[in-house]
């Protein structure tokens, strides 16, 4: 049995600093407002750029003259799709669909425009406010061509071909993975149950929009671009791929970004062009996108349609799973393009042989999808849980009961799922125990269905239990998916004479907190007090090369990165202390605080900033010992670990009308060794408010007939307010990682993924008497009040 | 175009200006501004105030809550023009010394913030809460918050350092 509480789980690593709730390096700066958002940089001579769009969901670009904008004074440049295919490459797909076709991506679309909101010209100006008045005299004209909005009409027969150069029919690709023969399983089987789930198409919705500014100096060849960016190296990576610029002539800054969520992974088509107006123009440009613009251009996520089916034995045991997806992508390949974790952990927490998965990418006249908290596992997680209680009802067994029956046991760990995920360690029917215990499920489930009375209303409680996969298994995984990056994160840190230790990564904030945990890391593994280290984020010109804040994976891969840089800057440390303190064995050293100290006899002491003084000044030093104190480390995990844990709702629905409420949420969740869990809860919560917001009113609405997207504002876009979200308890576990430093697991998308479905399961309990099973997203009291229509309570 | 001809570009389009005369943060100033800029682009592009930030500029979103006479606005609905003669204070004025104020420190305690962007947003919202004669409940708390949004906390631990600020009588700048 792995499981331990947190302080065991400290006591084990001997962790000091690691694992308690260390206030953030970020805050001071950000509470009073002195955060450096792209938009708060400011350089002489800025121009600002703006951007005419599509108002097309498909439309071939017949003829565009731009003379009357560049008469307006102060419009310094109009660049055209067939300038940027002059000057700069495509944009490359850093995370590709296995098999998938590259579809060309460049900056302007030239000839054809396939969603609305693509940029078709380009403006820099003195001003925003002149640039837009510029874009009132380009003229434009559009052929519009046949569209198609949803992924079902997409590939009917028939169908317009929406990328025609390259694809037969709007199937990016299909990949059918799993083993066993499903079919044959499912046709002999005592029970099978399915369901065809839409999961809605909504934005993570980051509060600080998309950014850049981009800086040329033309002598020196370099471009300096700060942006808002969750990869400044990878986004350095693909500007010089694009720009054809050495990527040593390229810094990335990105000092504080307002919000990422997936949104932020990679180069848009607004950063290569704020470059090339830049090197044009010889003077700084500055793109912030505004909110409108963001709702069209910037990338969507989640919509998808699962056909799910589950085989099972009449006592409840699961014999087969299987999941057949079409994933929307959108008019473009955006660079995390179609979400791809949805196969991986298919089968939840569910143990079973013999599964089938097969993702079908499919593209439609819309703005490009990309990655969002989760990428794939909300999706999924609706499906089969919602499987499972219609399962339950079949078969009149309490749904929390299937779910123990069917979960993968501690002792069956490690287990590898029908697609080949390893499952690493955990207790998950625990987490389930308790959430259904904290909520008194046995006398619900006593009670029976049917109102109470004192208003009349239908209780329910719903579960939702997952396994969430966090981080990579190696950059070697990555490799055998075609991936433009690896699983690694890298560390430099620097000694300051001092006695302050600064750390370089190629991490930005985000919001996570990487500068705090990074610190907190930094004093643990060199030994020395958390006041003493700085983090520097998120500038490419100081930090090595390394991958970036996404996947759940920053903090695992960082750990390791930090446990060596730490553990060889330390060696050091004690070696020059020792040399100092006369000393034969460094191993009698300790450093403690602000000094290195001898174990022993106390009165045996350095300063650390003397120490670091010799190391730096490079006289004094033992004999064949380099001068300089600073390591660099990377990190590649071996493995990923798979956070789990189950969310439940307890609901009170009007069977008249559909109107219900959320009157209490509850999630028990484990992702290993904590490291802060005051951050591990704000990451939780934060999650659960955006699965929340997708389950109960976020939706991104296209008009079927004019392809348009008809709630693109921020009035018109429900993202959950302070007061729009049930108040959430939140219990843990510890069961530590056996494949991850210090049995981290991953823990920044989790809340995302359960909401949904412990939600919907509460609704569908609540009215187990009616006979409704929700299948889609969001749940309105209008989805109910269909779903109940000309339906009467069943008798028991 | 020739990049010879750039440095002979005129600055901004001739376009209607007004001389606008505010005080903020406790210190007047006198700006001519066109007639176009909102209230948020004047105090963070032309007074250098970039603790404000800009959403949606739409009025929904909060981020560019600031007060306004005591009041809490959102300063992307108003012109620049607007402010003329009235007093505005900013997330600028709330810590004045070397540390936090004590709102600022409740947000830090309660990790009320992640990303930051919309913090602002939030103190100052909570400032003019915390002038008030009210002492709100945390549903009312919840109600008040509710004009600013953030995508990263999910709220609750804003909700807890507003109350908790407000339950140690915390009295804010724009008092002084």
Redesign the interface.
């Known amino acids: 049995m792995t499981d331990v509480t947190l302080h065991d789980a400290r006591v084990r690593h001997g962790l000091k600093v690691l694992g308690t709730w260390t206030k953030r390096k970020e805050d001071d700066r950000l509470l009073r407002g002195e955060g450096q958002f792209t938009d708060d940089v400011g350089r002489a001579h800025t121009a600002e750029m703006a951007l005419a769009r599509c108002p097309y969901p498909h439309a071939r670009i017949v003829r565009v003259d731009a003379s009357a904008a560049l008469e307006l004074p102060g419009v310094l440049q109009v660049i055209t799709g067939a300038e940027v295919a002059a000057r700069a490459g495509p944009i490359r797909i850093l995370r590709p669909v296995p098999g998938a076709p590259v579809i060309p991506h460049c900056a302007l679309a030239e000839r054809v425009a396939t969603y609305e909101g693509q940029p078709v010209v380009s403006v820099a100006a003195v001003s925003r406010h002149v640039a837009e008045d510029a874009l009132e005299e380009i003229e434009i004209e559009y052929e519009p061509l046949p569209h198609v909005t949803d992924v079902s009409s997409a590939l009917a027969p028939g169908a317009p071909v929406i990328h025609p150069d390259v694809l037969e029919s709007n199937l990016l690709v299909s990949n059918p993975q799993g083993s066993g023969d499903v079919d044959a399983i499912m046709g002999g089987a005592d029970v099978v149950v399915e369901g065809r789930f839409l999961i809605n198409r909504v934005t993570g919705l980051p509060m600080e929009t998309r950014a850049v500014l981009a800086e040329w100096r033309a002598g020196a060849r370099e471009m300096t671009v700060h942006i808002s960016t969750q990869v400044p190296h990878l986004v350095r990576k693909q500007l010089a791929e694009s720009l054809r610029i050495d990527e040593g002539g390229i810094r990335v800054v990105a000092s504080d970004v307002g919000g990422g969520f997936g949104l932020k992974l990679g180069i848009y088509p607004e950063d290569l062009l704020a470059c090339l107006h830049a090197m044009s123009l010889r003077r700084p440009v500055k793109f912030v996108e505004d909110r409108n613009e963001h709702f069209r251009a910037t990338t969507h996520a989640r919509e998808s349609v699962h056909e799910y089916r589950i085989a099972a034995r009449s006592d409840g045991r699961i014999i087969a799973m299987s999941d057949v997806y079409l994933n929307d992508l959108g008019g473009l390949n955006s660079p995390f393009g179609s979400s791809q974790l949805s196969t991986v952990v298919f089968n939840g927490p569910y143990k079973v042989d013999d599964g089938f998965v097969e993702r079908r990418v499919v593209v439609t006249n819309k703005t490009p999808i990309g990655a969002y908290r989760g990428y794939g596992q909300p999706e999924v997680n609706f499906a089969y849980e919602r499987l499972i209680d219609k399962l339950a009802r079949r078969l009149r067994l309490d749904p929390v009961e299937l779910r123990a029956m069917n979960m993968v046991k501690p002792d069956e760990l490690p287990w590898v799922n029908p697609v080949g995920a390893v499952y690493d360690s955990g207790d998950y029917e625990r987490c389930l125990r308790m959430a259904a215990e904290a909520l008194n499920w046995a006398d619900h489930r006593r009670a029976g269905p049917g109102p109470r009375p004192s208003d009349g209303r239908y209780p329910g409680i719903g579960f939702s239990s997952y396994v969430e996969r966090t981080g990579y298994a190696s950059g070697k995984f990555l490799a055998a998916r075609g991936s433009d990056f690896g699983a690694h994160e890298s560390v430099t840190i620097r000694a300051n004479r001092s006695g302050s230790l600064d750390v370089y990564t190629g991490v930005s904030s985000i919001g996570q907190g990487s500068e705090t945990i990074f610190a907190q890391g930094c004093a643990e593994f060199f030994g020395c007090d958390y006041d003493a280290v700085r983090v520097h984020a998120g500038d490419t010109a100081a930090a090595p090369l390394n991958t970036g804040s996404f996947a759940s994976r920053t903090a695992i891969a960082a750990m390791g990165a930090l446990l060596d840089a730490c553990a060889r800057l330390r060696a050091k440390t004690l070696r020059i202390a020792a040399h100092m303190l006369g000393i034969s064995d460094p191993e009698q050293l300790d450093i403690i605080g602000r000094a290195v100290q001898h174990r022993e006899d106390l009165t045996l002491m350095v300063p650390l900033s003397s120490v670091f003084q010799r190391a730096i000044l490079g006289q004094g030093l033992p004999e064949g010992e380099l001068p300089g104190l600073d390591e660099t480390s990377y990190f590649d995990p071996p493995h990923a670990a798979y956070s789990f844990g189950t969310a439940a709702a307890v609901v009170a629905v009007d069977a008249e009308s559909g109107e219900f409420s959320v009157e209490r949420f509850l999630m028990v969740h484990d992702c290993g060794t904590p490291l802060n869990p005051k951050l591990i809860e704000g990451q939780v919560r934060g999650g659960l408010a955006q699965g929340l917001g997708q389950a109960l009113g976020e939706e991104l609405v296209y008009d079927p007939e004019t392809g348009q997207l008809v709630n693109g504002t921020m009035m018109d876009y429900f993202a959950p307010t302070a007061c729009d979200l049930p108040s959430i308890e939140l219990m843990h576990t510890v069961v530590p990682s056996p494949v991850t430093p210090l049995g981290i697991r991953g823990a920044g998308e989790v809340g995302a993924i359960p909401a949904a479905a412990a939600v919907a399961n509460a609704i569908c309990d609540a009215l187990t008497g009616f006979g409704v099973e929700l299948d889609r997203l969001p749940i309105t009291p209008e989805l109910v009040w269909r779903a109940l229509r000309g339906k009467a309570p069943a008798r028991a | 175009?020739n990049?010879a001809d750039?440095d002979n570009?005129?600055?901004?389009?001739?376009?209607p200006n007004v001389v606008v005369t505010v005080q903020v943060n406790g210190r007047t100033v006198t700006e001519q501004v066109?007639a176009?800029l909102h209230a948020a682009d004047f105090l963070?592009?032309r007074l250098?105030?970039?603790?404000?930030?800009?959403?949606?500029?739409?009025g929904?979103?909060g981020?560019c809550t600031v007060l306004v006479d005591g009041e809490a606005v959102k300063s992307c609905l108003m012109l620049a023009a607007q402010l003329d003669g009235r007093r505005v204070e900013?997330?600028?004025s709330?810590?004045t010394g070397e540390g936090?104020s004590p709102l600022?420190e409740c947000?830090?305690?309660d990790?009320a913030?992640?990303?930051?962007?919309?913090?602002?947003g939030f103190?100052m919202t909570a400032t003019a809460l915390a002038a008030g004669e009210r002492k709100p409940s945390r549903?009312e708390?919840?109600?008040e918050?509710?004009?600013?949004?953030?995508?990263?906390?999910?709220?609750?631990?804003?909700?807890g350092a507003v109350e908790a600020h407000l339950a140690a009588g915390g009295r804010s700048a724009a008092d002084d």
Do not use: N
Not at chain 2, 9 to 15: A, R, V, W
């Open positions: 175009m990049p750039l570009l005129p600055l901004g389009l001739p376009e066109p176009r963070r592009h250098g105030l970039t603790g404000t930030h800009v959403g949606c500029e739409q929904v979103c981020m900013t997330v600028e709330l810590a936090l600022q947000f830090k305690q990790h913030l992640q990303c930051g962007f919309c913090t602002p103190l549903a708390i919840r109600d918050l509710a004009g600013v949004l953030c995508r990263c906390t999910g709220y609750e631990f804003i909700v």
